[in-house]
């Protein structure tokens, strides 16, 4: 079946650093890939999405790029802030709107001032 | 407008006890979710319907579980006989048909 998985955390960055979080997947076919984020105390929001290789999804400052070839989803930031802090989780929809999400187990940011 | 609303966000129940969780999603969304989010863990698919049909519960973990969505708006997903492994987060989500869910703030259920 589907999966996902992601770096295990916390990780801990100082304000201003470049974050990578990785995601690797297992799906058949071409599955709809996203990052989610949940901030404390709030449900999930959805951060940045792609449908196919190559696409790129951005929001607030925030990039990842669906590789095909390496069945990656990275998510990056080039220079983070203390509101940055949050649990992080990458997902994948095997058929579009006609599937749950398959999500990794999360990664948990804490960007230290 | 008014995003996904989910009641109540707090459950405690004592073990045997049944459960009603309630959702209710953006208007005009066709598609709804339940998972399942157990502590440090990411969201477990559990069910999905399309308007009023229930047309995936391969994720429900056991019989315990029933969902209905009668009208295709509201729904709500049933625990008989709670367990304690059943607490965790019950999340629901809504979409206009697209690949793209919208999030509840869930129900934390607690299982004494």
């Known amino acids: 079946g589907d999966s996902v998985t992601q770096m295990e955390g916390p990780v801990t960055l100082s304000e201003e650093a470049f974050l990578t979080i990785n995601c690797t997947y297992t799906a058949t076919g071409y599955p709809s890939l996203f990052w989610y984020v949940q901030y404390p105390g709030e449900g999930l929001q959805l951060l940045l999405k792609?449908?196919?290789?190559?696409d790129k999804g951005s929001n607030k400052g925030f990039e990842a790029t669906y590789r095909k070839e390496t069945t990656s989803f990275h998510l990056e930031k080039g220079s983070v802030q203390v509101s940055d802090s949050a649990v992080y989780f990458c997902a994948l929809s095997g058929r579009g709107g006609a599937d749950g999400l398959t999500f990794g187990k999360g990664t948990h940011l804490i960007i230290q001032p | 407008g008014a995003g996904v609303s989910q009641s109540p966000r707090y459950k405690v129940a004592k073990r045997g006890q049944d459960v009603a969780l309630r959702c209710d999603p953006i208007?005009?969304?066709?598609?709804l979710f339940w998972y399942q989010q157990a502590l440090g863990q990411g969201p477990e698919f559990l069910t999905y319907?399309?308007?009023?049909?229930?047309?995936?519960k391969s994720g429900l973990p056991s019989d315990r579980f029933f969902a209905e969505r009668p009208e295709g708006s509201v729904s709500t997903l049933k625990i008989q006989r709670t367990q304690q492994e059943d607490s965790a987060v019950y999340l629901c989500a809504s979409s206009p048909g697209t690949d793209t869910q919208y999030f509840g703030p869930g129900t934390r259920l607690t299982v004494l």
């Open positions: 319907f399309q308007n009023e049909a229930q047309l995936d």
């Open positions: 208007s005009g969304h066709v598609s």
């Open positions: 792609a449908t196919k290789a190559d």
